[in-house]
């Protein structure tokens, strides 16, 4: 079964075909570093790692390209506010990023360019544009000419008539106040770089259009990104690059937001939770199943009780691992996911749907578990595994397993605890064997109460956290 995603520009569902068999080419439009990620900013991230990986476990060769917005008039305002260079913000904020997508488990981009790496290649964008006549120069600064491009707002599906274009401080010289900045002329004291019509800086759009153009070519496959980039950015991506002469992206793919109380999560509105105090307080494979599980086009209303709700659901899944793994030993992932796994993310990615099949493996394997067919077990302990693995899910894997000091709820602090846990556990055991069986109730009871679920095995017994299921 082919793989189909709901594509944007279509108002459809598609059946994905890449543009050479066996390979498929991703750009994401990456952070904008002016300042440290909340959770909805790495959503976005989140989603597509999810896409990547099903396409490799398709048997695609995946080349992924996410970018880095390092120059902006949000991180030159940083700069200002903080006397600091705006470089160093940059800097810092990128390095934030990268530490939350690795938190969260996200698998490294193929190449990840900053877009003051690019200034060259978008230099020879504008001037073919601009001989082309869909570009022109004005005051220093360069703007793209919307009505040069006949199929400009198809995307948006907007109207030109009614278009309010966002423009920025500077922007003198349109010859329509719909056109948009392709290079923004310098002003004293901010960061510049010289071209033909003058030093300046690159607007936003170009950036992501010479970059997708230099490491994906002419044309590529998927270009993905946060619903509220639709328009202006996407919208004009597309203008400048098809009128360059690229087919640029076949499909478009886009995530809806975080929220908090119905607004979309950002620092402007002064709600958001940074990714970086989010894994003080919560494991981050649990974040990760909370942000990555719902479907990609669905909004997720942020709150404590729903993270808490994702923390019980997970624990249901790694409570069965870890009681399973104790019967049959080291069981490797599936090479193979079950047929309902495989249709439902072959289905725009449906991972609700995925999901669903994972937990209802979990309750088979419990059955099984119970009964004591360890063949049972170990098929359903490496179905569960594999699925897991195709989600970045799975507890076992040595990405998770080496991340586990990281978590808020997890390393040292578990470690001290199961020191601990061991020694009254100890205790009990001690009172069982003396047949003392009211002191043992007692400690299995206390520890109950401390939030603790005690587990008799033939291995010996075992605890876990209280998930209240």
Known sequence: MSIRLYDTGARQIREFVPLEPGRVSIYLC?????????IGHVRSGLNFDIMRRWFAHRGYEVTFVRNVTDIDDKIIVKAAEQNRPWWSIGYENERAFTAAYDALGCL??????????????????MSKLIDDGHAYAADGNVYFDVHSYEGYLQLSNQELDN????E?????????????AMWKAARPGEPSWPTPWGPGRPGWHLECSAMAHKYLGSAFDLHGGGVDLVFPHHENEIAQSRAFGDEFARYWAHNAWVTMSG??????LGNSVLVSEMVKHWRPIVLRYYLGTPHYRSTIEYSEESLREAEAAFGRIEGFLHRAGETVGDVRPAAEVPAAFAEAMDDDFAVPQALAVVHTTVRHGNAVLGEGDKDATAKAFAEVRAMLGILGLDPMDARW???????????????VVDSLVRLVLDQRQAARARKDYATADAIRDELKQAGLVIEDTPSGPRWELDSGS
């Open 30 to 38: 990456g952070a904008t570093v002016q300042a440290a990620p909340h």
């Open 108 to 125: 490294p981009p193929t190449y990840e360019p900053r877009a003051t790496g690019h200034i060259t290649e978008m230099t020879e964008m």
């Open 163 to 166: 278009l309010l274009q966002p």
């Open 168 to 180: 920025g401080e500077g922007e003198t010289g349109k010859r329509d106040p719909r056109d948009f």
């Open 263 to 268: 607004e979309k999560m950002s620092k402007s």
């Open 401 to 415: 397993q080496s991340s586990q000091d990281d978590a808020g709820r997890g390393g040292e602090l578990r470690d």
